[in-house]
């Protein structure tokens, strides 16, 4: 696996002297948390993001040595364990990863007086309440929602500065892995962008001298919606 970005090194601060807030940002070698550093180093903050070999957020131990080290002031919580069917295949790993590292996580931003952050997402519904309102109650349908509203559950409980920050089918770059541009849009993203596309090319298709526009639009759709790609992601939770 290639190296996170220099800031998600442990111990890395941006900016030399002259910084703002002080950041502690899980999972910042991801999709996610490489955008994040990219947003919060722009915005002038220090970025102090461990990588998973440095830290193992399901030790709440090395979670609580490593904030105490960092002194943030607050802490953004975007690590995962991206295996959807591993949600299903090993369901301790699962709890660990999702509900004990939060609680980890919440316990040392506590400890420290930090700020709290949860990175969640709207698949802690089911995809008829929309728009949900915020304290809409959940109603998860598969394991990765369920676990991530057993997160955020976590923090509403136990965070003395806490919030939830749901997010919803995240694209762009990766930033600690530019390579890989399209593979994280695969599946959601690319069905998000084929359901965005067809109104207006239905609408195309009602005006004769639009037929152009149908025809671009229709290219569009098809260069990001390849068939096996329209279809409820296998291998990743988003
Ligand atoms: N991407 C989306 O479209 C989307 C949409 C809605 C919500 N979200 C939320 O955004 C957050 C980030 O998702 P993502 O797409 O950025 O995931 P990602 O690219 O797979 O990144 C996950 C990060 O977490 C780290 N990690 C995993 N297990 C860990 C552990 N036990 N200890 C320490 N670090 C660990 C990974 O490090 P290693 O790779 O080294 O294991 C990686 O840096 C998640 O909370 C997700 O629910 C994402």
């Known amino acids: 696996m290639s190296a996170p970005p220099r800031s998600a090194r442990r111990g890395f601060r941006t900016n030399g002297q002259d910084v703002g ?26 970025v102090i993001g461990p990588s998973h070999a440095d830290v193992d957020l399901t030790d709440p131990d090395a979670v609580l040595r490593s904030v105490r080290d960092a002194k943030p002031d607050a802490i953004v919580h975007a690590a995962i364990w991206n295996a959807f069917a591993g949600l299903l295949s090993d ?13 980890s996580v919440v316990d040392a931003a506590n400890a420290v007086g930090a700020h709290v952050v949860l990175i969640s997402t ?82 195309s298709r009602a005006s004769p001298a639009s037929r152009a526009c149908t025809a671009h639009a229709r290219r569009r759709c098809a260069s990001r919606t390849p068939a096996s790609a329209i279809s409820w992601p296998r291998s990743s939770t988003r």
Do not use: C, M
């Open 122 to 203: 709207d698949w802690v519904f089911d995809g008829t309440q929309g728009p949900a309102a915020e304290d809409d109650p959940p109603n998860p349908i598969q394991t990765y929602g369920v676990l991530k509203a057993l997160s955020e559950q976590v923090v509403h409980d136990r965070a003395e500065r806490g919030t939830v920050a749901r997010i919803a089918g995240v694209q762009g770059v990766h930033r600690a892995r530019p390579a890989t541009l399209r593979e994280q849009d695969a599946g959601f993203g690319y069905l998000v962008a084929s359901v965005v596309d067809a109104p207006s090319a239905a609408r």
């Open 91 to 103: 369901r301790r790993k699962a709890w660990d990863s999702f509900v004990v590292a939060t609680r």
């Open 21 to 46: 807030v002080r950041i502690y940002l899980t999972g910042a070698s991801g999709f996610v948390g490489s955008n994040l550093t990219y947003v919060f180093e722009r915005r002038g903050a220090e």
